[in-house]
């Protein structure tokens, strides 16, 4: 019991020494990846870029305790430090306290949230947020950062919360260039893509083994940091106006009690839940991805705890919201992380790199961490998804672009919200709509098939309807109107037999229908049956009197419907070209 | 064309002698009936009388011109009214002339958005309003409507939109009670019921005719206003305190613009939006329940134009949103009205009654008014649903349940609001983990059913697993972790089928779902098959790639997967047991 909500017990114990050089390894090479990504993060956010480091360390250690994914790295991550800087914005002014404050506390009831949900169970709710609504999302939160970067990158002040608003704080502004600064930030994109691309079949090619090239061109970031800074202090381009991180405060962060007040609690409870739930569904992912390569199991709910107390955890250190990253995660994976204890490493030497560190930061541009942050998000920007899913179903293909679209133009929220209703909308028009097949019997067979489709033998006083879709309140009334038509179109029909292989439940106003069918049906001198219920569906009529009610039978499978009414049609049928190689010896 | 949007030319040339004499016959009585029930609704809805009798002229002619349903009469009806006072009591004071034109906006936006869904072909919509929480609303609505009520019988100013309001209102004026008022108020229940339960069983005996008993006793009412009316004119009791109907202006409506800001159109969009669903719903129920009397059709989108132009002829001639209200429809019905014509003709009936005895009614005092409402709502009120529902349904008792409480407690809005929700949420919870079965081969048989439900065979090497439901994001991952446990507790599995008979659409979410599963499976040895794929189902996934890449096959049945995988054993089965009855002979 203990072990499951402490799934450290489960690995702890046998820790060993082969794990702890691999964790180390690992460890060092993820650090030096973190810390450019937590201060180009905390600026995304629109916070201290002290934060970002902040966030990297608390959580990495609550996670090592509670996680059950080995190689899952948490930390601030793009999509939740977006909606983060969406969410405060909307309560405080950037760089004042509140607006830290808001930040802090966002963390808290996010990290509250997802303990809460652990505990319940609710992790199934994860699973409204379906494929089409996470990809469209993902890629419109990618172009919207991008496009939040680029004032960094030009050296403007720029902001806003949508394209459109963005966009003209940009136009706006364009007078103010700066020179030195785009230069650098166009300069490190330019490297940074080049590093992507091509560094590694360079080192390959230059001698060094594939798996150091691989982990050496994904630090890479790293020499752009190295060298923008040393251009930034060499050259005083800070006195030519390129923005500069400046002083870090080089010590660890102090125990935080997020401001306790439950307006402010109140206002952002629903963006809280939109990046808890945001970020669990990134977290599941990442760790099911990395749990199959290696057959280990993850549980689900236990990750739900384990991203709350990271959550927690950035609160009450001074962070801001955390999910588990791909990026790092791959890195951490590659690197040879056996167990989560390699997290709690990297929080050690973010640590030390906060102590140690900060100061060579000073001369950091902006310019070069906006660079880091383009280049990583343009990476998640996916419109193949939209060609495939647009030959696969336009029903899903409406929820991606309405959730692209408003996400863009209206901003994170509106974006998740609208697309979460939408993918339930559709799924509920469809269902009230449910495809309905008149059916017939397969010769030498005892099977029934679509009219439409097969060649099949029907009986003209017996109309077999197979209706595919569970009967619910938003399908009652069509099942009426599609039986009073298809009896309306077969004046000669005497039975009417309802194949129910599809109908998975039958909710109390179907229930309704279905007794108004039968006594409609009873009153045109018309028998009302029904074959292949399931067993869980029949259960639930035993309860009630329609049985007792209904006119015909309820038949085991649709060929003893038929042959109970007209035999010798279903055994002739039944008999026709037997000699199929198909058919077993008599 | 023309004759499907306006019915009237279906019926109007063939309409002879004796349908007029029907219709009239059926238009005196209705029109008999509807003077009480017009001022009485009004009164409910907080508006002058004359306003009930301006909704039962023009909407009635409406109906005739556009309506489908020979037999059903539209008109003030009790919820409806009462959902009127519940959204222009938030807008305006009740006696305010911002409250009467907010009530005449209610109804030309109810008309529009009616006339809109009924253009769009959006009936479906309709639809959503479960059974389960149209009868709880209903439920809630007669005992909000009684309780809103009691004031007037008590002689007593009270108020309140739900039911902790309206309690404390009227504890608080207890003291205020007028004995006359209430005498008046109490007796005129006392004869309604009476009349309800006994008048058709003592004329009977007193040798009328059962059919002239029977609508005797539904016009009952009259006799109530006409003996309360005469005993405050006789006594003077308006001077003891007793409440009157007052100065009806005998004029027949002017026609009336409904004040045109859009501000308050915004505000009542909601309130008019409910209304006309809820009016829509009630109205089709009942105009499909004497269309199957007499085997007539009704067309449904048909009906929301007919119901959307009702309710503009209602705002245009001053009076309240109007709906097919089901206890004067059998008045109509009973009374042998043939077309809508008798519609139309009730409507001259009113008019006649306002310009002609209107003066008549100076002294009715709204106790009677109020004693017909009680009685009438009283009948709506219906606990016996709720029994049965618990027996069928847990999930459907749940939305009855919380729609009646949050519509007593809340108010008609948020209840109707609450029980949609709810109901739809409840469907996605269920469908998001859904019945899974495990199955083997029934013996002499080519079935295949629930290995713990059935006596059958499988093959250890083989999982046959039925999902009863169709694959979509708020399963897809459910499934995946179906899969996953069912190959982890079957070791020696070396084939998966899934059987997908009860799958009725596969989407985006849930094909991502297939293929990781595919993926996983082939990575473990395991070949995953389908089998008894749906036609649609098969087409869409023939659109894209999966099928390429499934290890396994896809099998037109179940027994041919098993065939094609262990020929000895499913052959073996099938022979088994060969003999029995229900088999036909070799």
Redesign the interface.
């Known amino acids: 019991m203990l072990k499951k909500y402490l799934p450290i017990l489960t690995w702890g114990p046998t820790y060993g020494r082969s794990e702890l050089t691999s964790d180390l390894i690992a460890a060092v090479i993820v650090t030096i990846m973190l810390i450019p990504q937590s201060l180009a993060y905390a600026l995304l956010a629109g916070l201290p870029p002290e934060m970002g480091l902040y966030a990297s360390m608390a959580p990495l250690v609550a996670y090592a305790v509670f996680g059950t994914a080995r190689a899952l790295a948490v930390g601030p991550v793009a999509v939740a430090s977006l909606m983060t800087a969406a969410a405060v914005g909307k309560l405080a002014q950037q760089g004042t306290p509140e607006y830290i404050g808001a930040a802090i506390a966002l963390a808290l009831i996010s990290g509250l949230l997802l303990i809460a949900m652990g505990a319940l169970r609710l992790g199934?709710l994860?699973?409204?947020?379906?494929?089409?609504v996470i990809s469209g999302f993902i890629t419109a939160s990618g172009l919207l950062i991008a496009m939040s970067q680029l004032g960094h990158i030009l050296g403007i002040k720029a902001g806003g919360e949508n394209l459109y608003e963005m966009t003209t704080a940009l136009v706006a502004r364009l007078g103010e260039i700066n020179p030195w600064t785009t230069l650098i930030g166009t300069g490190a994109i330019a490297f940074l893509y080049w590093a992507r691309l091509r560094l590694k079949r360079v080192l390959i090619a230059r001698g060094v083994a594939p798996r150091i090239a691989d982990l050496a061109a994904k630090v890479g970031p790293v020499a752009a940091i190295v060298a923008s800074t040393g251009a930034v202090w060499a050259f005083g381009l800070e006195q030519s106006g390129v923005a500069i991180v400046g002083a870090i405060p080089n010590a660890l962060p102090s125990p935080t009690l997020p401001p306790l007040d439950l307006e402010l609690w109140a206002q952002i409870a629903v963006p809280a839940l939109l990046i808890s739930v945001v970020g669990y569904v990134e977290t599941i992912s990442v760790a099911q991805t990395f749990a199959?390569r290696k057959r280990q199991?993850i549980d689900?709910d236990q990750e739900l705890i384990a991203l709350g107390f990271s959550n927690v955890g950035a609160s009450v250190s001074g962070g801001f919201p955390v999910t588990g990253g791909f990026s790092r995660s791959v890195v951490n994976f590659d690197a040879g992380a056996e167990t989560p204890a390699a997290g709690a490493f990297t929080a050690v030497g973010i640590a030390l790199a906060t102590v140690f560190l900060t100061p060579f930061l000073y001369y950091l541009p902006k310019a070069t961490l906006a660079a880091t942050i383009i280049v990583a998000v343009l990476s998640l920007v996916d419109f193949r998804t939209l060609r495939?899913?647009w030959?696969?179903?336009k029903?899903?293909f409406t929820a991606i672009a309405a959730t692209i679209l408003l996400t863009l133009l209206q901003g994170v929220e509106a974006g998740l919200i609208a697309g979460v209703g939408l993918?339930?909308a559709l799924?509920?028009y469809?269902?009230?709509?449910?495809?309905v097949?008149i059916m017939g019997q397969v010769p030498g067979t005892?099977?029934f098939r679509?009219i439409n489709?097969h060649d099949v033998v029907t009986d003209p006083e017996i109309i077999s309807m197979r209706i595919?879709?569970?009967l619910?309140?938003?399908?009652?009334?069509?099942l009426e109107d599609q039986v009073?038509a298809a009896v309306a179109a077969n004046p000669q029909a005497k039975h009417l037999i309802l194949v129910c292989?599809?109908i998975?439940?039958i909710?109390?106003?179907a229930?309704?229908s279905l007794e108004a069918i039968n006594h409609?049906l009873a009153?045109g001198g018309v028998t009302f049956h029904l074959s292949e219920v399931?067993?869980?569906v029949m259960d639930?009529l035993q309860?009630?009197h329609f049985l007792d009610e209904l006119t015909g039978q309820v038949h085991l499978?649709q060929f003893?419907a038929v042959?109970s009414i007209n035999p010798e049609l279903a055994?002739a049928t039944?008999?026709a070209r037997r000699l199929q190689p198909?058919q077993?010896a008599?």
Chains 1, 2 share one sequence.
């Open positions: 199934f994860a699973n409204f947020l379906s494929h089409p199959a199991r689900p495939h899913t030959t696969y179903s029903a899903d993918s339930i799924h509920l469809r269902t009230s709509r449910p495809h097949a005892e099977h679509n489709r595919d879709e569970s619910y309140f938003p399908n009652a009334r069509f009073n292989p599809a998975n439940s909710d109390a106003s229930l309704e409609r009153e399931k067993g869980p639930k309860r009630v499978t003893d042959a055994r039944l008999a198909r077993p008599a």
